[in-house]
């Protein structure tokens, strides 16, 4: 399998090369040469980690012995990615049973392994320097993920009043000996921004480098973060059809909130590899900026940047859409690069007639404010005592608001607990902003759901990373963490 950048046709790199570099030299990212093809009735009678495996395996022909076992051992559930039913056609694929309780934990509790194994299928002795820039939970997971790997660094960026207290203390007492997590100045597509700045700067490779030191990305932009989420929409399928709840080859309709656009593209991904979905439904919150894309073709990012109660999901610059647009402008490396580039130097680009058909045959899209959000919490407690959190209200606001025929899985990406109080207050109590543990002890006896002890304990563990930078200086900070010091 190889892999090609969606802005270079000339950059062609094995599957190990593609997870190590995280991001393409020419800015680009990394998508398959072509789409594997999987069968899900192959799936059926396996486990998670077993089909996990599969998928893995149809992208990654290095060895990967033991990574999804072992990486799924993690999780606090036997089936790490759980579907409950709610209703006749609607159904919720439960992805916050691993370490951080965000769906993150997903494909970051595989990155690690799987960096692991493609560093010695290349031979690769350095250091690698995994560089991230978080709205809140890619960050815990991927500092989970990576703590105390041998040969591994990981540096976290996430914006200082951009996430929630829980994700903030989470993050800032985090163990282990290679990790680092510092506060930005700014929006999550302003850390975002100056990261990718820091993975293009010569410079900044060169210092690291003389350091035996390598970077790359645990972001979603890194095709072994995107590959591992293919496996439970192959999986939630195989248990569909395993319950009876639709008959084989029926096509299942997913519901998505979205931010990176990371989640919902790894669906697109499983549809190509022939798993029978019908509707992808991306459901954004306040920052609709991919609503309006797939209503009109037209990508502006010269809007207001709202703070929401779904924190994952205030980003204005979805970096995965460009998968997406490679794939719709007929693999035009040439084309997805000047879009990019305009992109980055008016904020705005636009597609073809042709290619928002092509999007729009498979991707139906909805937000939900805050306030929308919140009374989808309190509707689907009243009517199913379930719970769910603000980014998975989101999703089932749209999804609500919609019509639906056959089965529709809603994708639930956080335990409630991380975003307490909205949650709270979506249940009618009168929680203050800040989450507390005796937020946790209210919300416990309501909802009758435990609070995760990992939680629990952020508020008592000790802070062990309080430094905040500006964006601009992320490149020099770096430099002086990691680089060689030549003074
Ligand atoms: C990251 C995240 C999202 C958005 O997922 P993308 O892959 O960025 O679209 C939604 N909900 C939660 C809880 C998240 O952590």
Not at 51 to 77: M, N, P, Q
Not at 296 to 310: A, I, P, Q
Request: charged share 25%; glycine share 6%; aromatic share 10%.
């Amino acid at each position: 399998m190889k892999y090609i950048s969606t802005r270079d046709g000339s950059v062609c790199v094995s599957a190990a090369q593609a997870v190590i570099d995280g991001i393409s030299k020419d800015g680009g990212l990394y998508v398959p040469a072509e789409f594997p093809k999987l069968d899900y009735r192959q799936l059926l009678d396996m486990d998670y980690a077993a089909r996990a495996h599969s998928v893995l395996r149809a992208y990654f022909d290095f060895d990967i012995t033991g990574v999804a076992e072992e990486a799924y051992a993690t999780f606090e559930t036997d089936d790490p990615a759980p579907l409950v039913k709610l209703d006749d056609n609607v159904f919720v694929l439960e992805l916050w049973h691993g370490r951080t309780h965000a769906f993150k934990d997903m494909a970051l509790s595989v990155l690690p392994r799987l960096m692991t194994k493609a560093k010695a299928a290349v031979g690769d002795r350095s250091e690698t320097l995994i560089l991230v820039a978080t709205s809140g939970d890619t960050g815990k997971a991927a500092l989970e993920g990576f703590k105390d790997v041998d040969g591994t660094r990981c540096c976290v960026f996430y914006p200082t009043d951009g996430v929630s207290r829980v994700q903030k203390l989470a993050m800032q007492t985090q163990a282990g000996d290679n990790v680092c997590v510092v506060g930005i100045t700014g929006n999550f597509d302003d850390a975002q921004t100056a990261v990718k700045r820091a993975f293009a700067d010569d410079r900044l490779a060169q210092s690291l480098h003389e350091n035996g030191i390598s970077l790359s990305s645990a972001n979603s932009i890194n095709i072994g973060r995107l590959v591992p989420q293919i496996a439970y929409y192959y999986s939630a399928y195989c248990d569909l059809v395993n319950a009876g709840e639709i008959a084989d080859g029926d096509k299942a309709d997913f519901v998505v909130p979205t931010g990176n656009f990371g989640n919902i593209l790894a669906a697109r991904y499983a549809m190509e590899m022939g798993l029978p979905i019908g509707k992808l439904i991306c459901a954004s919150n306040k920052n609709n900026v991919l609503t309006d894309f797939i209503n009109t073709g037209v990508y502006d990012v010269n809007r207001k940047f709202f703070k929401t109660e779904s924190p994952s999901m205030d980003i204005l610059v979805s970096s995965n859409l460009e998968r997406l647009l490679f794939e719709v402008s007929g693999r035009d490396a040439a084309l997805t690069r000047s879009r990019m580039e305009e992109l980055k130097s008016c904020g705005k680009y636009s597609v073809s007639e042709q290619e928002l058909g092509k999007i729009r045959e498979v991707f139906d899209c909805g937000y939900a404010d805050d306030e929308q959000a919140e009374a989808a919490i309190a509707e689907v407690f009243d009517e199913y005592g379930y719970l769910i959190d603000t980014h998975t209200a989101a999703a089932f606001a749209v999804a609500l608001s919609g019509e639906t025929s056959g089965a529709t899985v809603v994708v639930s990406t956080a335990n409630p607990y991380k975003f307490a109080p909205a949650v709270l207050r979506a249940l009618g109590e009168d929680a203050k902003d800040e989450a507390s543990v005796r937020m946790f002890d209210t919300m416990c006896d309501i909802t009758a759901m435990e609070a995760p002890q990992s939680l629990k304990d952020v508020f008592t563990a000790k802070i062990r990373f309080d430094k905040t930078v500006s964006p601009d200086n992320i490149i020099s900070f770096i430099g002086q963490q990691y680089g060689k010091n030549d003074r």
